[in-house]
């Protein structure tokens, strides 16, 4: 196999764009199954992103990786449930992990740190990966993905790299996505986001003291999450039609908001803000597509869901997970691509419907927790085999093992038994 680029071969098994979470897990899982991984990724880490908060369905993929011990070891706050200021009195109530699941906590952690263990583990685990590297267009042979090129920042030669399969992890970019297929946004969660970091913060008190708190406005809502040496990151979310009604600033709304809060307003009393001003905005969509011949995308190329609930990472790993063993089958069985990566898009995009359903529904705040609960147990319990609050926190902790995306299998096309659960 020839060697072009710093030892790095130029053919592949698999190829992935995006060195995120998404891509690092699916990149790190299919290299501790014996296959040989390109990893290309536009940026060098550690690198910002927002997203600070996890849910325990996060803790699945990194068990499989063999890093959760390194995330305590890193002194990543512990996330063991949420307090909600939520509902049609606006009264506070808890929900805490433990009632809904495997996993009793999961973390708040700085998001450059958490992508760089889980990409560093890959790179332990074999897979090659490359920083820097702008893919510049796929590959393509009689209609097929077989390939990216690329530059590494610095050097004017374009590269190429071949590869059975190509998955596109490249995040919101959706460089092969956006390429192959159109994009739905979803309407009722068009919304936009402005947030900062706060130091010297009041902290929830007693037991709640690493919640996360989501607090519900007329308008919007807000986040805090504890980060580590006593930061909060604090974002306020609102539909983006209020916003482009209004003619204040987004840091005007943003201080204008606190003032309405109640938990919010006292725990940034004492603090001092630690960094300047973010945004976001129209993130909630689904690509019309999740794969073609040669490529299939994973995490937020496929598809990204409003925050509220801190799904984003876990969804992205968690189908991380899924797609390594559905890769790893095809690389050994081409015949089955196309059946099985039908079964993988269909599995996601109900996963992902199903959480996006339940956000959506979960934004009329003039009800009340029962009902939220009750909501939960209609999506994932309707036997009621369970309390409904028990339902709740598991929906919300990405945790619904029933669903066909966490039991996969492809048993019937390769002809022995496979697990993919994740």
Known sequence: MPSTLFGVPDEFDVIVIGAGPAGATTAGLLAKRGHRVLVLDRERFPRYHVGESLIPAFMRPMAELGITDRMDARGFERKYGGTLVWGNEQVPWNFSFIEGGAYEYAFHTRRADMDSLILDRARELGAFVL?????????????????????????DTQHEARAKLVVDASGQSR???????????????????????????????????????????????FW???????????????????????????????????????????MLAPANQAAGWRSARDWSYTSETFYGNGWVCVGDSAAFVDPLFSTGVALATLAGSVLSKIADQIVKHPEIEGQALKRYATAYRGFFDEIRSFVERF????????????????MVDPERTREPSADFVQLISGLSGKHPMLNLDLSDLVGDSVDFKA
Not at 131 to 155: H, I, N, Q, S
Not at 186 to 202: G, I, K, S
């Open 363 to 378: 934004y009329d705040r003039t009800k009340y927790k029962e009902f939220y609960y009750s909501l939960a147990q209609e």
């Open 224 to 266: 805090a999450i504890p980060l580590d040496k006593g930061t909060i990151s604090v974002g306020y979310v609102t539909r983006s039609s209020h916003v482009s009604k209004d003619g204040r600033s987004l840091q005007e709304i943003f201080a204008d908001e606190v003032a309405k809060s109640t938990k919010l307003k006292k």
């Open 175 to 221: 460089l092969l996505s956006r390429r192959y297929s159109e994009v739905t946004w979803h309407e009722e969660l068009r919304n936009v986001a402005v947030w900062t970091y706060f130091d010297n913060c009041e902290r929830l008190p007693g037991d709640e003291y690493t919640n996360i708190l989501i607090e519900g406005l007329d308008e919007g809502w």
């Open 131 to 155: 920083e820097d590297a702008t893919v510049k267009e796929p590959v393509e042979e009689d209609g097929r993905v077989t390939g990216v090129r690329f530059t590494l920042r610095g050097v």
